[in-house]
């Protein structure tokens, strides 16, 4: 009986570690594309002070200049990405949308691949947290200069 009982819970157990939860679902590229993202925060994973006052920054993004800040980044249909620049720019010059570039979305990885147009032979590599219709959250790692990397997370919304 005791052999019958182990039997049966680890049967039970293998089928609900079977079973995909929805909150876990995989996202499809469909769930990003075609939409004008706006970042709305950058969160480092560990603290970190960047502006040197002693604080460190749970959102990096106000650090930013303001022209940055506005712009929204769209993913088409055809593997290609681009930024228009909001209202604020950076310099009276300044076109109203930025040099984009390619990327490839990797299901199985959760992972963008973003190759841009500005700088050839450089990529960026964002893992996909959480996507909703209206919400994107990513995590990558910046190269700063005389630092070490920096995991943060970027979140996105379409508002």
């Known amino acids: 009986m005791n052999n019958l009982v182990k039997i049966g819970l680890t049967g039970l157990l293998l089928v609900a570690a079977c079973r995909k939860s929805t909150h876990d679902a995989w996202p499809t590229a469909s769930a990003f594309v075609g939409k004008a993202w706006r970042l709305e925060a950058i969160r480092p994973l560990a603290p970190t002070d960047l502006n040197g006052d002693g604080q ?3 959102n990096i993004l106000p650090l930013l200049d303001a022209c940055e800040r506005d712009d929204r980044l769209t993913f088409a249909a055809n593997g290609h990405f681009h930024s228009d620049r909001g209202a604020a720019r950076c310099s009276p010059n300044e076109a109203p949308e930025a040099p984009g ?7 199985k990885t959760r992972t963008i691949l973003l190759s841009d147009w500005s700088a050839p032979g450089t990529s960026r590599e964002w893992t996909v947290i959480e996507t909703s219709g209206d919400h994107l959250r990513v995590r990558t790692v910046f190269d700063l200069p005389d630092r070490s990397p920096l995991t943060a997370e970027l979140i996105f919304t379409t508002n």
């Open 101 to 107: 570039g390619t990327y490839r979305f990797l299901a």
């Open 56 to 58: 460190a920054e749970a």
